[in-house]
């Protein structure tokens, strides 16, 4: 900038040059980006999951051939929690699949010519639960499960039921 003497006064409109400001944008919550759409992410990076796979079997490598104990908790640690990732990605897939099969359910319905019936949250839940059960039998593993339940619940109660100090 021009420097002014101070003894005359500034002038009332001076030009300034401006300064074009970087504008930074975030793809995240930006439409230019493009809409969000699972199936279409999970197709574009399936190259991943075998990445994944193979950094998973060099973990195990490491904890057969690791001496201190320090070391192998954290690489148990690290095959956990890759190991849980993988298992919340397969149970977002099934709950994406049922959607899209109740979607295609609803479609059909209504090129056939019959009013859409879209399920509430708690028909869902049902559904789910019903699934859940029949997956566990099918395991065997549904007995274990519901005795399980069961304890829990029974612990619950017990919290509610009023202690035997206070009577």
């Known amino acids: 900038p021009?420097?002014?003497?101070?003894?005359?006064?500034?002038?009332?409109?001076?030009?300034?040059?401006?300064?074009?400001?970087?504008?930074?944008?975030?793809?995240?919550?930006d439409d230019l980006s493009g809409e969000y759409k699972p199936e279409i992410f999970m197709k574009t990076y399936s190259f991943l999951d075998s990445i994944k796979k193979q950094e998973k079997e060099m973990i195990q490598k490491q904890m057969k051939k690791c001496r201190t104990m320090e070391q192998k908790e954290k690489l148990q640690q690290l095959l956990n929690r890759m190991m849980q990732q993988e298992q919340v990605q397969k149970k977002q897939q099934k709950l994406r699949e049922r959607e899209m099969s109740l979607k295609r359910q609803?479609?059909?319905?209504?090129?056939q010519g019959k009013k859409p019936f879209f399920l509430k949250k708690s028909e869902k839940r049902k559904l789910e639960l019903a699934e859940k059960y029949a997956e566990l039998k099918k395991?065997?593993?549904?007995?274990?499960?519901?005795?399980?339940?069961?304890?829990?619940?029974?612990?619950?109660d017990k919290r509610r039921l009023p202690s035997q100090k206070n009577l």
Not at 106 to 111: F, S, T, V
């Open 2 to 29: 021009l420097e002014m003497s101070a003894k005359k006064p500034v002038p009332f409109l001076r030009q300034v040059v401006s300064v074009t400001k970087k504008v930074h944008r975030d793809p995240r919550f």
């Open 106 to 111: 609803q479609r059909e319905l209504a090129k």
């Open 139 to 156: 395991s065997g593993k549904l007995e274990s499960f519901l005795n399980k339940k069961r304890k829990r619940n029974a612990i619950k």
